[in-house]
């Protein structure tokens, strides 16, 4: 903490502007969340300009620490389109991951952590499958080290209706989890900014997501499902058990619809436009 803080008195020393893009109020497992908060603290003072993607970051920080107003830029997530290949067709990667193809397929892709409600899936999953036997559920990411990690692994691995991969999924293979899927789930207790998101419906898969997982800007009910997450999974499995409605073109044109918003050209434009205002500050106090 000290070293880092005194880093960035060096800069400011220097008269080299700081910019401090807040993806995260908090590390997602802290050893010491006191001490976190202060470093964040003192990165917020000593910033030139806080960048922000979710409109409520401000609010949401607040008794962790101040993010001073005057400071604070709002530049929404990027777009993903175009960002990773995007060439195979859904029937041809359901077959290279044996997902039935006449399924109703989920999918949660990314870092698997306790945050982001694996368990809470998998218990929602078991029950669905019990209930109908036209759904699968694909799980792909490299896990986190912390309890249980063997015992969420393990069950994917005794359910012949997940396809599992625990390891990270590399760029290009990306494409063959999104598009064997029907339905992206984002199951997180809590979450600021949700990159999955917009990386599904870059891909135009509709989405059922945590109300922590998205801010409600961002989404469309016309390709996304949101529910209050609950630790035992319920509204989640309520969720999941409407999704049909999202299995279908109309719902996958409006998520891709929504992933063109906020091109990358955009947003790059954006962010200088701030980059140069930090110079500007900078420059205004020598």
Partial sequence: HRDFVSGLDALIDAQ????????????????DPQMEARLRHDIAQRATLIHIMNPKTVELAKGLYELPADKVRLIPHPSYVG???????PLEARSRLGIAGNSLSFLFLGGIRPYKGIEQLLDAFDVLSQRRDDV??????????????????????SNPRIVSRFESVPADQIQLWMNAADVV??????????GSLHLAYAFGRPVVASRAAVHAAEVDEQCTILFDWDPRGENLLEAMAQADRLANDLARRAAF??????????????FRSIVEEARS???SVE
């Fill in 16 to 31: 080299i502007p700081i910019i401090w893009t807040l993806h995260n109020l908090m590390p997602h497992e802290p050893k």
């Fill in 83 to 89: 960002v990773y290949p995007n060439l195979i067709e």
């Fill in 136 to 157: 699968s559920l694909a799980v792909a990411g490299k896990p986190g080290r912390f309890p249980g990690v063997d015992e969420l692994e393990a069950r994917c691995l």
């Fill in 185 to 194: 789930v984002l199951p997180h207790e809590r979450s600021l900014n949700a």
């Fill in 257 to 270: 619809t929504l992933g063109q918003a906020h091109d990358m050209i955009t947003v790059s434009a954006a």
């Fill in 281 to 283: 500050i900078v420059g």
